[in-house]
């Protein structure tokens, strides 16, 4: 329904912009065709260690890309100058997959009642962290990209990194980039 609502409220050279960090839904692209999708990926990886601690792993990256296409196009590069941090890439769907290879890492730790943190610090998960990432990696039709912490060439390495770089956010602490336009 959500997708057929914004098909009829669309300009006819209008597109969408996914800021979901998913693989774009079938229903989406059914109602809209992928040449009318934008996608991009914001990563921040945080966990919340108590009520008001933040405990920050990245201070992530934004990505923005074609769907339907390896081009970095005008609406691309105008989207990305418009975003805080935006860059973009002609790989989107690569981010996308690395991004959902993490997600399976951080998924694996949280059956193991630990923390995140302390699930990376337990050396008997990496197994399985590995073992999910690469099988999600295997699933991916293009070039799977590095990004923040992550890199699909060489997961070991990511989880140590994922473990060593934290950085501890307090109560208030900010920034505000401006105003935004449009």
């Known amino acids: 329904a959500i997708a057929e609502l914004v098909s009829e409220r669309l300009a006819p050279d209008g597109y969408l912009v996914c800021l979901n960090p998913t693989l774009h839904s079938e229903l989406v692209t059914t109602a809209l065709g992928t040449q009318r999708i934008v996608a991009a990926l914001a990563t921040n990886n945080a966990e919340q260690l108590s009520p008001g601690r933040i405990l920050q792993r990245s201070t992530g990256s934004l990505f923005v890309g074609e769907v339907a296409s390896t081009e970095i196009t005008g609406r691309v590069e105008a989207l990305a ?47 399985l962290m590995r073992a999910l990432a690469r099988e999600v990696l295997e699933q991916c039709p293009t070039r799977a990209e590095a990004f923040d912490y992550f890199n699909p060439l060489d997961l070991d390495a990511t989880l140590s ?15 505000i980039l401006g105003g935004l336009d449009g």
């Open 161 to 175: 990194r994922m473990r060593d770089s934290p950085r501890t956010i307090e109560p208030g602490a900010a920034f």
């Open 81 to 127: 100058a418009a975003l805080p941090f935006g860059q973009p890439t002609d790989n989107i769907r690569g981010y996308l997959w690395s991004f959902a290879a993490e997600q399976a890492v951080f998924l694996a730790g949280s059956t193991s009642g630990l923390s995140p943190a302390a699930t990376l610090e337990a050396l008997d998960w990496r197994p």
